[in-house]
């Protein structure tokens, strides 16, 4: 179906609101004259598409006007062709992440990487993976139902105990972890900034702990990459049981008890600043929820990755919808080779 040039109505927030129909070629076509109504040509587009009964987040896009091809990462659900019925797409540009360097400060030239854990950096949650070693690789009811919202720690406390009380040893629990597999791209993808240091630095904020992630990166290999840990503390008594504490504490709502993310990320940049040290641009890679909060705290200029089809991605896209969305740029990904794409511009924008 033929597609005719529509003028974008206004929303509070900015947002264009483009009347799509058709197949892909149609949705690209009105994106790209999306694109071309914004008076910058460069921009990103975090787009998210309402169908009748589902929502389907379509990956970001990126595109400069030093290249005028664009690097799409499409939803399966685009690769296959899927018409879309009669909808609206909602469409927030933002000034691409690139172009925004050129008004950062250039005296400091490092760009921040920030990653979650579980189902980002490995492909399971390291928590419910350790279950593996209890015996028949499962809980009693009365363990599993103990567990109440916002108190994680304290519930795997629990869990721990019941390991020791089951006798298994700190030499099982590590072959466990160590088998747990790695996120799709994630081993390309932390290779590639182990040996690109001089542009990035890299740290790790979890709801895990410091054992897990240790036992976990030391095996790979990769814990030159990360230039800090911060992760709930965990260690093994005398009688050789594990035991974890909270992170810290905070007083941000909107998080478990123990850890917040916003304020582990706030913390770290405010005790770099005293070192001297200040991003280009801070890049957010993580999948849930308690990823949101420090997402939200991220500036303009700075970029939030959330992983394709996981809860980070799916509150991003809410907050769009809902007219109020995060002020960074987003790129979503669900191989982190295409993290690894977007690094590897960076340092050619940076090489300039
Ligand atoms: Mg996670
Ligand atoms: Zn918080």
Redesign the pocket.
């Known amino acids: 179906m033929p597609l005719k040039p529509v003028a974008p109505s206004k929303c509070p927030s900015g947002c264009r609101r483009i009347p799509v129909c058709g197949r892909c070629p149609g949705l690209l076509a009105e994106v790209w004259r999306g694109l071309q109504l914004c008076p910058s040509h460069t921009a990103v587009f975090s787009l998210s598409v309402t169908f009748p009964r589902v929502v389907v987040a379509i990956n970001s896009f990126l595109c400069s006007d030093i290249c005028l091809s664009c690097i799409f990462f499409f939803s399966p659900e685009h690769k296959a062709g899927v018409t879309i019925q009669s909808s609206f797409i909602y469409v927030n540009i933002f000034f691409s992440p690139l172009v925004c360097l050129g008004n950062r400060s250039r005296t400091a030239m490092k760009f921040l990487l920030v990653f979650d854990f579980d189902h980002t950096i490995v492909d399971e949650n390291s928590d419910t993976w350790i279950v593996r070693c209890a015996p028949d690789k499962k809980l009693p009811n009365g363990l599993q139902s103990s567990y109440r919202p916002g108190h994680w720690t304290e519930y795997m406390g629990r869990v721990f105990v019941y390991l020791g009380d089951s006798g298994v040893q700190e030499d099982d629990m590590k072959r466990t972890m160590t088998a747990i597999p790695f996120t799709a791209g994630m081993v390309d993808l932390l290779g590639f900034i182990g040996k690109n240091k001089e542009f990035f630095d890299c740290i790790i904020v979890s709801d895990s702990n410091t054992v897990f992630i240790d036992w976990i990166l030391k095996a790979a290999d990769f814990q030159e990459v990360f230039d800090e840990v911060f992760t709930n503390p965990a260690a093994f008594s005398s009688s050789g049981y594990l035991t974890v504490q909270n992170f810290h504490a905070?007083q941000?709502p909107?998080?478990p008890k123990n850890l917040?993310?916003?304020?582990v990320l706030k913390e770290f940049l405010d005790k770099q600043l005293e070192r001297g040290v200040s991003y280009t641009q801070i890049a957010y890679i993580g999948d849930g929820g308690n990823d949101l909060?420090p997402v939200m705290f991220l500036k303009k200029g700075d970029v939030a990755m959330p992983r394709h089809g996981y809860t980070l991605e799916k509150k991003i896209s809410q907050l769009s919808r809902d007219f109020c969305p995060i002020e960074c740029s987003v790129l979503v990904w669900s191989s982190a080779v295409e993290i690894m794409s977007y690094l590897k511009l960076l340092i050619k924008e940076q090489l300039k």
């Open positions: 905070h941000c909107k998080c917040c993310k916003r304020k909060c």
